[in-house]
């Protein structure tokens, strides 16, 4: 079974702090992958890696930075926390080729709230 | 550009009843896709992909590219059914990046 971890189930922070989020699989998968997710508006991609120390970004970056040192461990980071950034963060990874080789698998997700 | 719209944000029926959450989308080429749930205290896990072509606990989807549209079906809703479904297309060379809908919450009431 595909197991994607979180760091944190819940995350209390305040303006400006800065804040890790980390993410790790065992399923040795290329691509990983993180989300926000909030009501209304679905999941929107934050950053994606397809190797290690390789990165892109997805639809909303601005103001976030991700770190992937190693296969299994993917990173995300808030610069300068801020109260727009209260969201739940979903972390996923899947491997490379076609088929079902490149399901995406979900972390449980990190609820973070910045006062 | 790729986009997927899900036009309910919430959708309420009876056990029993037939259901279907509607998925629209646009793309230039051929995507493919997905249909992802999250059951309540669950993670977000895929349901069904166009192309297996399959049925996944009772639902199924068709890819209709005159209509762009990828719309979950199940004839007879059951109470377990309940919970948020979101429409997910890939497009071509992404390294497997989804683009999501916004996502619509079933509730199937007894």
């Known amino acids: 079974d595909v197991k994607v971890t979180q760091s944190s189930r819940y995350l209390v922070k305040r303006t400006g702090e800065k804040v890790f989020l980390e993410c790790v699989q065992d399923?040795?998968?290329?691509?990983m992958f993180w989300y926000r997710q909030d009501p209304g508006l679905g999941l929107r991609l934050i950053y994606f890696s397809y190797d290690v120390k390789m990165k892109e970004k997805g639809d909303i970056p601005e103001g976030y930075s991700v770190s992937r040192e190693k296969k299994e461990r993917f990173s995300l980071i808030l610069e300068s926390a801020s109260t727009n950034q209260t969201s739940m963060y979903l972390c996923?990874?899947?491997?490379?080729?076609?088929?079902?080789?490149?399901?995406?698998?979900f972390g449980p997700g990190t609820r973070l709230t910045v006062l | 550009a790729q986009r997927v719209t899900q036009p309910e944000k919430l959708l309420s029926v009876f056990k029993g009843a037939p259901v279907e959450l509607k998925c629209n989308y646009s793309y230039s080429g051929s995507p493919e896709l997905f249909w992802y749930v999250q059951y309540s205290r669950q993670r977000l896990q895929l349901l069904l992909r166009h192309i297996s072509r399959e049925s996944i606990k009772g639902f199924t989807a068709d890819l209709n590219k005159g209509e762009t549209s990828f719309h979950l079906k199940k004839p007879f809703a059951q109470e377990e059914d309940s919970a948020m479904y979101y429409c997910?297309?890939?497009?071509?060379?992404?390294?497997?990046?989804?683009?999501f809908g916004q996502g619509t919450i079933l509730t199937v009431h007894p």
């Open positions: 399923m040795d998968h290329e691509n």
């Open positions: 996923a990874s899947s491997g490379s080729g076609t088929g079902s080789l490149n399901e995406q698998f």
């Open positions: 997910a297309l890939r497009g071509g060379t992404s390294y497997g990046k989804l683009t």
